[in-house]
């Protein structure tokens, strides 16, 4: 199985705070040595203003992670044990045995899977299912496999030994002379003499009534010498002649070892996705028959593993350091069931995050949560590299407005201040340029701009959405009011929210526009001049998690 990632990871529809916050504290991490492996992840869409500072900081945009759930393909046995269709019993059931597994898959030979073939399987194989008459001494295999088999050499007609599988019966020369020559006229009487392989040590005159009477083979056992005389009768006949060092008793044994699994190997199966969490496969497979199963990519067809239902009693969880968030209603989805090790944040305590294990946790009371990594690399004294330090002021300068938020403290002004140094940019031109680009009341769809940088909140039984978009001036929100708020009623209505917010954020006069829809009690509470049904002017506002959220939670307190 392959080890399950480490993730750091902020929030859903993340802002630069958090796409930063984790691409700073992954790289702490492998820097220390720590977790070697983190991956800086994410689980949106990131903004044009985030996209700004990591080009600017030479930096690849984190991995896009959408559910975090342990899959199929994690888990999956990427060594496979498997055999061919035209393998033989002695093949498989070796392979079987050295690996001490019961079940292995089956491929044709263009390597495309098309069975399953179990230890009991290879039963059929050696046990005939009709135990009457010719039945029970007739076995389909090619001289070519019983002779890999039986490790036999080719002494007698000439070419290739045959590859297509035959019925063949077996008859062995053990009798008296005037017994198996009796069997062999009858065989003949019969029409089927070209089917018999006769199986028969040091006995000339046996060995000449096969060859004379126009048997399919002969094998002679033991190692024992074949004169000239035979060898060049059964060229002449055009019989197989074979000859192993194994006794009589034991080829007729093995010969039935030297059937292919293409005739017991089971063709309906079941394979899964490598996408397929293991939560739902363990409800889907639970009850179904199949042990191994194969992981396949879909569209290919190509098989990358196999899974056994025991894999998927306790799998091993991927990995999680949550950034900017303790909630699970703004975590990645799948983070239930997900290991979270760390939990880095700066906002308020609330969900239902819980873990197995003891696990770090630091939460404070700062601007930006970029803040509190770069702290971890001043107090380890080390100094992040320039693009990372870079990267971390982006966070800063983006949650606390450069500064001039209501959350802004002085580690906040002490980590800007050393992480611009490091990065070798100045803290003001670099805000000017942050929030110059990529205007979304501008230029951003309305879906866009209420989905940049939202936040759920579950607030006394009440689940709210709240989306932020912070402008350089307030000029074109007029001009977007409206669609702005259509598409934020459907966003209420879809989620069947409580209250749904967007504020739009003059980072230069620091002011907001919010508009709000929902509870009529809750809306009619909100501590901001209002103007209509829906928009609210709030003069000073800028922080969603200071000011903004506050407000709503004293408005719901209200209306109860």
């Known amino acids: 199985m392959s080890k399950p990632p480490f993730y750091v990871i902020g929030h859903k529809n993340p802002d630069t705070d958090a796409i930063c916050s984790a691409i700073g504290y992954a790289a702490l991490l492998r820097q220390v040595g720590e977790v070697p492996d983190a991956i800086a992840a994410r689980c949106g869409e990131i903004s044009q203003r985030t996209k700004w500072v990591l080009e600017r900081a030479g930096l690849e945009v984190p991995t896009l992670i959408t559910d975090v759930r342990t899959n199929a393909g994690m888990i999956a046995h990427r060594k496979v044990i498997k055999v061919s269709v035209n393998d033989t019993f002695l093949t498989a059931y070796r392979r079987m045995l050295e690996a001490e597994i019961r079940c292995v898959p089956v491929e044709d030979e263009e390597h495309n899977l098309c069975g399953i073939l179990r230890y009991f399987d290879l039963l059929r194989l050696l046990l005939p299912a009709d135990t009457q008459g010719l039945s029970v001494r007739t076995v389909h295999a090619s001289l070519a496999h019983l002779a890999a088999t039986l490790q036999a050499e080719s002494l007698g007609r000439g070419g290739e030994l045959p590859e297509q599988e035959e019925d063949l019966i077996l008859l062995v020369g053990a009798s008296s002379q005037a017994t198996v020559d009796k069997r062999l006229k009858q065989a003949g009487s019969d029409g089927n003499i070209h089917r018999f392989l006769v199986i028969c040590g040091d006995r000339p005159i046996v060995q000449r009534y096969a060859i004379d009477h126009g048997a399919r083979a002969l094998l002679v056992t033991g190692g024992n010498v074949v004169s000239p005389e035979i ?97 699970y209603a703004q975590a990645v989805n799948g983070v239930e069931e997900a290991e979270i090790t760390e939990v880095i944040d700066h906002h308020r305590l609330a969900g239902d995050l819980v873990s197995r294990e003891p696990i770090r946790y630091l939460n404070e009371p700062v601007g930006s949560t970029c803040t509190l990594v770069g702290r971890k690399f001043f107090h380890r004294g080390l100094q992040p590299p320039p693009g990372v330090a ?90 977007r009011r409206e669609d702005l708020e259509r598409v934020l009623r459907e966003l209420h209505k879809n989620h069947e929210y409580g209250l749904s917010i967007l504020a739009v954020t003059d980072v230069a006069l620091h002011h907001s526009m919010i508009l709000a829809v929902g509870q009529d009690s809750v809306v009619a509470n909100l501590p901001f001049e209002r103007i209509d049904e829906a928009l609210f002017h709030a003069p000073g506002v800028v922080s969603r998690k200071r000011q903004i959220f506050p407000a709503v939670c004293e408005a719901i307190h209200q209306s109860r």
């Open 231 to 327: 060898q060049s009768l059964a060229r002449t006949k055009g019989v197989y002649l074979l000859r192993c060092a194994t006794d009589t008793a034991s080829a007729s044994t093995l010969i039935r070892c030297s059937r292919t699994v293409r005739h017991v190997m089971e063709r309906e199966f079941e394979t899964v996705s490598p996408s397929e969490p293991v939560s739902r496969l363990r409800k889907q497979l639970s009850t179904t028959d199949q042990d191994l199963f194969p992981v396949v990519e879909p569209g290919t067809g190509k098989m990358i593993g196999v899974i056994s239902k025991s894999d998927l009693v306790d799998p091993p969880r991927i990995r999680l350091a949550l950034v900017d968030h303790n909630e």
């Open 390 to 479: 870079m990267c971390l002021c982006g966070g800063i300068v983006s949650d606390t407005l450069c500064l001039t938020s209501p959350t802004t403290t002085l580690l906040d002004r002490e980590m800007l201040t050393w992480l611009s140094g490091v990065a070798g940019v100045e803290a003001m031109k670099f805000t000017e340029e942050f929030f110059a680009v990529g205007s979304l009341i501008a230029n951003g769809t309305p879906e866009e701009v209420l989905n940049a940088d939202r936040k759920e909140f579950a607030e006394q039984g009440m689940t709210l959405s709240i989306s932020q978009v912070e402008e350089r001036d307030l000029h074109g929100f007029a001009a």
